[in-house]
């Protein structure tokens, strides 16, 4: 399983500087999730950069995936994985959903650089 974080919708789907990084993982919808802590950041961040329609269609695409909303035990987790990892909350959720289903993060946010389980591309 692999988890991908905002950043790389973004660049993937901005075409971004790292857009190539993320191409091969964006052909594995199958065995990707999304926490909705991701849907969440992508809609506001393309329905200020763009639209409110294309952020509904890349919502669109991440309902594509598996959707894993929030839960008591990932909240509890993401506090732990929070306070050990000095994470935001939006990270400590990511990260915490990816742990909880035994996933690869793959990211470009340097506040995920050197955690276990993270594929890190440096911008």
Not at 4 to 21: A, R, Y
Not at 25 to 31: A, P, V
Not at 51 to 68: F, G, R, Y
Not at 105 to 118: A, K
Request: glycine share 2%; with cysteine; hydrophobic share 45%.
């Amino acid at each position: 399983m692999i988890l991908i974080d905002t950043c790389g919708w973004i660049e993937w789907l901005t075409d971004g500087e790292l857009s190539d990084k993320y191409q091969g993982y964006f052909k594995q919808f199958n065995n990707m999730i999304v926490p909705t802590s991701v849907q969440f950041e992508l809609y506001k961040w393309v329905a200020r950069k763009e639209s409110i329609q294309l952020a509904l269609e890349a919502i669109a695409l991440t309902e594509q995936t598996k959707v894993i909303p929030l839960s008591t035990s990932i909240a509890l987790s993401a506090a732990d994985f929070s306070a050990k990892y000095k994470l935001s909350f939006a990270d400590a959720i990511i990260y915490a959903t990816a742990q909880s289903h035994k996933a690869i993060l793959i990211t470009s946010d340097d506040h995920f650089e050197n955690l276990p389980n993270v594929i890190y591309f440096k911008k």
